[in-house]
């Protein structure tokens, strides 16, 4: 049963931060996919091996609930869940045609059949405003920002509504493009790219504290590097 019935609301960009990788055709060694906008081959193996780090980095394990703000068609989340069994996702984004059944649905498929998984899993879509979001008070004990934040368009906003619903023992990960050079822009939503310093400050302010902070490196993406802040409730503004 959905979580929550779906709402369309107003668009922003938010959607486009999962459009960096969209699976187009299986190969004999790999898949061919477009990131921002260039087609590239890329082994399963590889693939597979980078998504694993990543789940393992989120600290996914079988039967949890990921929710995951600016979604898009939800190709991210299929790898999840390629990569570990039994995870139930939830997908937000503002943009009902581009996040929607049937797109996500062909995402996890497309997925699932490359990689010939018989992993279950389970998935919900709700639509969020640019400030707001139509969940309960403390419901999520993990939340995803994957290459989303720099995109809001009201931060503060949002970070008052996932402090909102993240439990008090919960934790939120952010994870962000590393700059290349001052003023560095995401092709995709042609806005700069935050620094790590500057998310960590944004989030300070807002009632979190960060526990922790990595990159990671990926490779089918002219090795860009990731910044991955994992941040849980300021104890002194846990109200």
């Excluded at 693939?47 to 600290?59: D, H, P, T, W």
């Amino acid at each position: 049963m959905p979580l929550l019935q779906q709402s369309a609301r107003c668009r922003t960009n938010l959607m486009t931060t999962k459009r960096l990788i969209t699976f187009l055709l299986p190969v004999t060694l790999g898949l061919s996919i477009s990131v921002n906008g260039q087609r590239t081959k890329v082994n399963l193996s590889d693939l597979f091996a980078f998504y694993k780090q990543e789940v393992k980095n989120l600290n996914l394990i079988e039967g949890d609930t990921l929710l995951d703000i600016g979604s898009g068609e939800g190709m991210v989340n299929a790898m999840y869940s390629v990569v570990q069994n039994n995870l139930h996702q939830v997908l937000m984004d503002t943009d009902p045609k581009t996040m929607n059944k049937k797109n996500v649905s062909n995402s996890y498929k497309a997925v699932f059949k490359s990689y010939k998984s018989k992993n279950t899993f389970s998935f919900d879509l709700i639509y969020n405003t640019e400030d707001s979001m139509p969940l309960n008070d403390k419901s999520f004990h993990k939340i995803l920002c994957r290459r989303s934040f720099h995109e809001f368009k009201k931060p503060e906003a949002m970070l008052g509504e996932i402090h909102r619903i993240l439990k008090d023992t919960g934790f939120v990960v952010v994870i962000e493009g590393v700059p290349r050079m001052p003023n560095d822009i995401d092709p995709t939503c042609k806005l700069e790219y935050l620094r790590a310093d500057t998310i960590i400050k944004i989030f300070t302010k807002n009632r979190f504290q960060l526990v922790s902070y990595m990159e990671e490196t990926m490779p089918f993406d002219n090795n860009r590097k990731l910044s991955v802040l994992t941040f849980k409730k300021d104890t002194a503004n846990i109200n």
